[in-house]
């Protein structure tokens, strides 16, 4: 008996071409990608060394409630059109020349529609400035307040 030893060579895997494929594959999608930067509005806001105002100037309040009915410093109104609230916000006006400011109070159930019929009556009245109520969350993360 012949016992011949034989020396077999472990097969080994070459790599270098698969290196070589996935470089081209690399190359191929860094080529195609397109990169695109979304544009962002860069607002830079000015600041101010002003003092606090000195008279806070005067409020009307227009509540509206979720049912669509108006009250103007807390008198309600019979009519809900936008001819008698803008007759109501004359009214509250003062003659001489204050500033005023409209509180729009409005439930988080009311209709779009009847807080722009405030803002119409407001412009129709000439009084062009006007802020919105909030309350501030249960949660306490959102702040409630008036711009």
């Known amino acids: 008996m012949k016992f011949q030893s034989t020396n077999r060579d472990e097969p080994e895997i070459n790599l270098i071409p698969f290196i070589d494929i996935l470089l081209v594959v690399l ?25 606090a105002p000195r008279d806070k100037p005067r409020e009307v309040v227009v509540s509206i409630s979720s049912d669509g009915r108006y009250a103007i410093d807390r008198q309600v109104l019979t009519e809900t059109g936008v001819e008698a609230l803008t007759r109501a916000l004359a009214a509250a006006k003062p003659d001489n020349g204050e500033v005023v400011v409209v509180v729009i109070s409005a439930d988080a159930a009311a209709t779009h529609q009847s807080v722009i019929n405030v803002m119409d009556a407001a412009r129709r009245a000439q009084l062009v400035q006007i802020t919105f109520a909030t309350q501030q969350s249960s949660s306490g993360s959102a702040k409630g307040a008036r711009p």
Do not use: G, H, R, W
């Open 27 to 51: 190359i191929f999608l860094m080529l195609t990608t397109t990169y695109s930067k979304f544009t962002e509005l860069q607002v830079n806001l000015p600041t101010a060394d002003a003092q």
